[in-house]
């Protein structure tokens, strides 16, 4: 059972456009909402993350908005640039911590110059 | 600080034969994780260390399958005997379980071909 469900697979963006990612959960107890970025021949490694006690949290040129009701948060990457390129992957985890994260299946992002 | 470091980077072995990942955490990091990732699956976590103690190993999918970090410094996955379907990137992530810090750092991952 996929507890995290990711879309799209795969994502294509010219530079200076947005790009955004959706991801839905089931599980309410999950309570810790964090993105991460690979790049190929190399480890995730984490973007941003969000709890639910606020609606949005901005760093920089990326976005997560969660909608609790929902079961449902997003990235958005503003002016998306070529070395944003990269798979992104959203997780979530019950108890406020980072262990037993459950991963979504992830998102190919290109962004074209 | 170099990172978490993962050992060897490509390993290509025959089915049957034993494989042993190797990971340093990062140093003053007192949790440890063993991911692995394909391309149906995903990411799944096999295990985590809190304290060089096993935790929670029930993503480790059978017997075959070993874990153990005998120290805060260094830990390792046997795979005993390996199957072709074993292949995939396995990936060792390391964090601070500090108050309120949940960044889990990975490794570049090791990625495994077994013929």
């Known amino acids: 059972q996929q507890q995290v469900k990711q879309s799209p697979q795969s994502l294509i963006v010219q530079k200076g456009g947005i790009s955004i990612i959706n991801c839905a959960y089931e599980?309410?107890?999950?309570?810790?909402f964090p993105w991460y970025q690979q790049f190929p021949g190399k480890g995730p490694a984490l973007l941003i993350a969000?709890?639910?006690?606020?609606s949005e949290k901005k760093e920089g040129r990326f976005t997560i908005s969660f909608n609790k009701s929902a079961k449902q948060f997003s990235l958005h990457i503003m002016d998306s640039q070529p070395g944003d390129s990269a798979t992104y992957f959203c997780?979530?985890?019950?108890?406020?911590?980072?262990?037993?994260?459950?991963f979504g299946k992830g998102t190919k992002l290109t962004v074209n110059p | 600080d170099a990172g978490v470091i993962q050992s060897p980077r490509h390993e290509v072995t025959e089915m049957g034969q034993e494989v042993t990942l190797r990971c340093k955490p990062i140093?003053?990091?007192?949790?440890l994780f063993w991911y692995r990732q394909t391309m149906m699956r995903g990411l799944e976590l096999l295990i985590y260390?809190?304290?060089?103690?096993?935790?929670?190993d029930s993503g480790m999918p059978e017997d075959r399958f070993s874990a153990k970090m005998p120290n805060a410094s260094f830990s390792t996955l046997k795979i005993q005997p390996s199957e072709p379907r074993d292949s995939a990137v396995y990936f060792c992530?390391?964090?601070?379980?500090?108050?309120?810090?949940?960044?889990?750092?990975f490794g570049s991952g090791t990625q495994l071909s077994v013929l």
């Open positions: 992530a390391s964090r601070d379980r500090g108050l309120g810090n949940e960044k889990l750092f």
């Open positions: 599980n309410t107890a999950f309570d810790y």
């Open positions: 969000i709890r639910p006690d606020v």
């Open positions: 997780a979530a985890n019950a108890q406020g911590g980072s262990e037993k994260l459950v």
């Open positions: 140093s003053g990091h007192n949790s």
């Open positions: 260390f809190n304290n060089n103690v096993p935790i929670d």
